[in-house]
């Protein structure tokens, strides 16, 4: 079984700061896809980036980028020009690419770090 | 072009009741997955329906049940309510063609009350 362990709980920074969410992993499958996904406030889960294993290079959304080092199986956000709008909860979620009934498979989610943005 | 939607958003219920949670996918989307999220944690698979029929299931007791119909809309049923099935219940989307990945899209959850 996969899990995904975010030991940060908190951590906090200055608006236009950039800063860095930890989050590793554990599989035993090759290919497999992780993501990031902000929770703010109103509960929404918005997807803010994804990665596919099987890429080297490492995803950019905008100020959204990843540093993913498969063979530490290590995966972190990094926030770039922070901005108030990005206080909420982050999670990094796990997914395989397959599944032998034919349907998607299921998320698997860190703990989640709480993200506060000092204005 | 409507997201995924949940219904109720806030509910209250006492121990030993019975509850259901109903979802509509985003348009054109075929697959719905429940996950249960704790205050403070991150959100656990309940399980996943496809063509009417449940696909995968997260480590949850036989109380969580679930249905999709032929619109895809699906509901989750709880029965003999406990304490800790207090959560917010949410509900993701997504299309499946091929086994080709797509996105899982997430509604807005429904928070659930246990007393």
């Known amino acids: 079984a996969q899990t995904v362990t975010q030991s940060q709980p908190e951590m906090s920074v200055q608006e236009a700061e950039t800063v860095t969410l930890s989050c590793t992993y554990d599989?035993?499958?090759?290919?497999?896809?992780l993501f990031w996904y902000k929770q703010p406030p109103s509960r929404q889960m918005i997807l803010v980036i994804r990665q596919e294993a099987y890429k080297q290079q490492n995803a950019t959304e905008n100020r959204f980028s990843v540093n993913f080092q498969k063979a530490a199986k290590s995966f972190s956000l990094k926030i770039s020009d922070s901005q108030l709008g990005d206080a909420a909860m982050y999670f990094c979620a796990y997914r395989s690419p397959y599944s032998y009934t034919g349907a998607n498979s299921k998320l698997t989610f860190g703990k989640g770090i709480t993200l506060s943005v000092r204005p | 072009d409507a997201g995924v939607t949940q219904s109720p958003t806030h509910l209250i219920k006492t121990r030993g009741q019975q509850v259901t949670l109903r979802c509509s996918p985003k348009?054109?989307?075929?697959?719905v997955s429940w996950y249960q999220q704790a205050l403070g944690q991150g959100p656990q698979f309940i399980f996943q329906?496809?063509?009417?029929?449940?696909?995968q299931r997260g480590n949850f007791p036989d109380r969580f049940s679930g249905h999709q119909f032929p619109n895809y809309s699906s509901e989750l049923n709880v029965n003999a309510l406990l304490l800790g099935d207090s959560a917010l219940y949410l509900c993701a989307s997504s299309l499946v063609s091929g086994g080709r990945y797509y996105e899982q899209y997430f509604g807005p959850g429904t928070r659930l009350t246990v007393t």
């Open positions: 348009s054109g989307h075929d697959t």
């Open positions: 599989t035993s499958e090759s290919d497999y896809y």
């Open positions: 329906y496809y063509e009417e029929e449940e696909r």
